[in-house]
């Protein structure tokens, strides 16, 4: 282990990620066994698990929530969190990759790359956050390294450089040889560490041959290996571990490991790598910020001004947890921090190592800590908290646009206030939920990121809350955008009633743009609308996109450019311009052709061979189009894009027409054209 002066360089702060059921939350829960934070193993199935600690975690058996714990290996503190792999959940997994230094991509070593793992990989690669690959369930039937690796390299593009071999196959697989120091790695049945040992003969020449293999795609792409190489035609262990970890954390490769998570084979390699070649705080680029409009960086220093982000909150009726990521400076217990957003500041009650729902108490945290902080009454997600001497504004996660909706009432007229509060509370929790009154109805519309979402959603309320609630049937959130526009469309605003009037007069271009989203542009000259009355015209012309014609949905994929105008001495002004931009377009879009958009997903259905003719026929008429077919492990893979308001049920149909035997997953891929007529919302 490197030793060195600043603690810094021993913490990883590191995300696992997968698809659903890849293993994630057993392989998290291996790694608290392993590392000693547990004494007891955890299992999904059974409802023990520290990350899924929730009710509806342990009944689903699946990661909802993003769970945040601590651990410590070889001299190092890992806050690790345990992200979700569902589709619906996305957004939990996109607020935790914007705190990690690094993560760990978990495969199954029979499915390989699945939907929802490309997903995450792709947010990853947003954030570049660099990544080591685990393949668990070696010992199932049908697992394969080489075909799980091909399928990474296919479709996720990195390099894959593969540094074990295992020792069996399916059920015999027993341990892996380590390619950089060769030698074997033995669990015994019921045994917690391995046994290392030679090489085993039978393997003794295909280990040379994949350690040749490494070498040489290390040497291609590191210059200092690549000069060893050269001069001896091998490279040492210390010169191979110092190649993957620069290549790991500039992203030019992808270390990978593999073994079975739930028989606690392969685990002590994995940490033994997070600890090798993820970077610490100090690896990373300093946190960067803004601050009076102007850039500022601020570094890994716990003397520095303090910065930290907070990436999530937990509404609980006891108070609120306020999870923080610290890049910047100190924070202790009753310092006084600053909302940079809002200028607000705030009173640090407590400051907490988390484990999941149980918690340490800490006197203070430094920058590269991932700690829970309570007192903050009005901290969201994504708000920055800074000294107060010391403003800076960090980059908050983005945020996912929600796609379904349904309805939701309280049963009792007396419960529609508490149904209020709660609603509010889950919003505060989770960004992409959002709640709204439907002008038209007077319902309360909760929207989200798929079924599930909303699912989850209102059973807390209902757990948590205590409260009977009437749910309606989801629908999604259609959009418009202009199928072909008008030019020179002439709008004039004058309003007379006693005082100073309002006059505005606009001359507006719309066409259709394919980027999607909105583009304002103005090619007015001489002046004949003044620049402040231009930004008001594009004010009110964002002010018209809420609602469009077709069926007051929101409308993206256009490009108004203001062409012409004229002012009056007297009687013009923001106000009037801004209400001329507004319905200037509003008209405009009436006098356009209009398109109606629709949310499609792309959905993986694996079922038996023998029912794959009804499957497709069920995708034909749900509107579906098959874009591939394949084999693998037995069983058949269709791929399809599917209108998302055609897939509600659709897992209870699946079930069905397979005899249980048939799983999907689905992903959004954006908006396509509707089929079909659509009721206004």
Known sequence: MRTSTNPLTTVRNLGILAHVDAGKTTVTE???????????????????TVTDFDPQERDRGITIFAAAVS????????NLIDTPGHVDFADEVERSLRVLDGAV?????????????????RQADRHGVPRIAFVNKMDRAGADLDTAVASIR???????????????TEDGFTGVVDLLRMRALVWADGADTPEEGPVPAALSEEAARRRRLLEEAVAER?????????????????????ALRDLTRTGDGVVVLCGSAYRNRGVEPLLDAVVAYLPSPLDVPPVRGTHDGADEERPADPAAPMAALAFKVNATPTGRLTYLRVYSGTIEKGDTVRDAGTGRTERVGRLLRVRADRHDPL??????????????KGARAGSTLCAPDAPLVLEPPGVAE????????????TDTDRLASALARLTEEDPSLAVRTDPETGQTVLSGMGELHLEVAVERVRREHGLEVTV????????ETVGAGVTGFVHRHVKQDGGAGQFAHVVLDVEPREEGGFEFRSTVVGGRVPQEFVRAVEAGCRDALAEGPLGGHPVTGLRVTLTDGQTHVKDSSDTAFRTAGRFGLRDALRASRMVLLEPVVEVTVTVPEDAVGGVLGDLAARRGRVTGSETRGGAAVVTATVPLAELFGYATRLRSRTQGRGTFTARPTGYAPAAAAVPAR
Do not use: M, N
């Open 71 to 78: 651990c410590s290996w070889d001299g190092h503190r890992i």
């Open 472 to 479: 309606g049937r989801p629908g999604v959130a259609y959009r």
């Open 30 to 48: 291996r790694i608290l066994y392993t590392t000693g934070t547990t004494y007891k193993r955890g299992e999904v199935h059974d409802g023990t």
């Open 222 to 242: 590191h210059p200092a290996a690549l000069e060893e190489f050269c001069d001896r035609e091998t490279l040492t262990a210390a010169t191979l571990a110092a």
């Open 105 to 121: 991509a978990v495969f199954d070593a029979v499915a390989g790359v699945e939907p929802q793992s490309e997903s995450v990989w």
């Open 154 to 168: 296919e479709r996720l593009h990195p390099v894959p450089l593969v540094t074990q071999l295992p020792i069996g």
């Open 402 to 413: 929600p796609v379904v909706h349904v309805a939701v009432e309280a049963r009792r007229a």
């Open 363 to 376: 006197e203070r945290a430094v920058a590269g800590d991932i700690v829970a902080v309570i007192g903050l």
